[in-house]
């Protein structure tokens, strides 16, 4: 038994008239093959052009380990020169990830190889994220602080994405007061005897190459397992939903900062409780138990 997951929507591009009206407006995802052909980047963006560009920065590195109290929210767990990073990314498999990095804050020439699309959602421009991953490396399942609305441009390698919109919540065992479903879950080869509620979920599922871009509607879950050694960028947009929009409010100002006091005041019983609570209140839910 697997997922139920529908392959998403593949186009060679969009205009802006078009997304609007059959991704934006219906929040569903898309993934554009050939949207981005014209930018420099699209030719020169491998991981030697980064090692060049970047190989003197230290950058923050995150991996699969289970949440510990010990650390802040989204804390690195090591840091490395880019140099050494690409060059372990290319020698063997790795878990370790760069996450939510702000390089061309760092390297303002990377701005030189691409251009902000027209989707008709204003992008938060300050913001481009970058995230690199080696063979078999992944992130746990889980959404954005923000709920924002997600262009995502994959660069090198090959990546599987699983998605699922914030309708599926009931299912996916959420961990309270964070971002995240039950770290143990593996959603490419699921337990349903575990975890039986998952079976009612349904979402979305694509696997990414060099140049192409998946948009990500308000509040999705993601899943990214990379299947080679690559990178890719997100550029973002705030929420439209007022109901997105409040929540993303919730979560920056009070649910986060709840969950850092009581990993200060409780330590690892409070990561120990939320876990158990994921349980209990899917199966309470469902009449489980």
Do not use: C
Request: glycine letters at 4%; hydrophobic letters at 35%; charged letters at 25%.
């Amino acid at each position: 038994m697997t997922l139920n997951l529908q392959d998403i929507t593949r186009v060679k591009t969009l205009d802006k008239a078009t997304f609007i009206r059959d991704y934006f407006k219906p929040q569903k995802p898309v993934v554009m093959e050939h949207q981005i052909d014209d930018w420099p980047g699209y030719t020169t963006w491998n991981l030697e052009y980064m090692k060049t560009v970047a190989g003197h920065i230290t950058i923050p590195l995150y991996d699969d380990r289970p949440v510990d109290y010990k650390d802040g929210f989204n804390e690195p767990h090591a840091k490395m020169k880019m140099s050494d990073y690409i060059d372990l990314l290319k020698r063997e498999p790795t878990r370790y990830r760069i996450f939510l990095w702000n390089a061309l804050k760092e390297i303002p020439q990377l701005q030189n190889d691409f251009t902000f699309p027209d989707f008709g959602l204003r992008l938060m421009k300050d913001i481009p994220m970058l995230f690199f991953g080696g063979t078999d490396s992944y992130t746990f399942m889980h959404y954005d602080i923000d709920l924002a609305n997600i262009f995502h441009f994959h660069f090198e390698g090959t990546k599987d994405i699983i998605l699922f919109d914030q309708k599926q919540n009931d299912y996916l065992y959420k961990v309270p007061h964070s971002l995240i479903t039950r770290e143990d879950i593996d959603f490419e080869n699921p337990d349903f005897e575990k975890w039986p509620l998952l079976a009612k979920a349904t979402g979305y599922k694509t696997q990414l190459k060099h140049g192409e871009v998946l948009y990500m509607p308000e509040g999705y879950w993601h899943y990214m397992r990379y299947i080679t050694p690559g990178f890719s960028m997100s550029l973002r947009a705030i929420a439209r939903n007022p109901k997105n929009l409040s929540k993303a409010i919730y979560n920056l100002l009070i649910m986060r900062n709840f969950d850092n006091a009581m990993r200060r005041l409780k330590g690892q019983q409070w990561i120990d409780w939320k876990n158990n609570q994921a349980i209990i209140q899917t199966h309470k839910r469902h009449g489980l138990i």
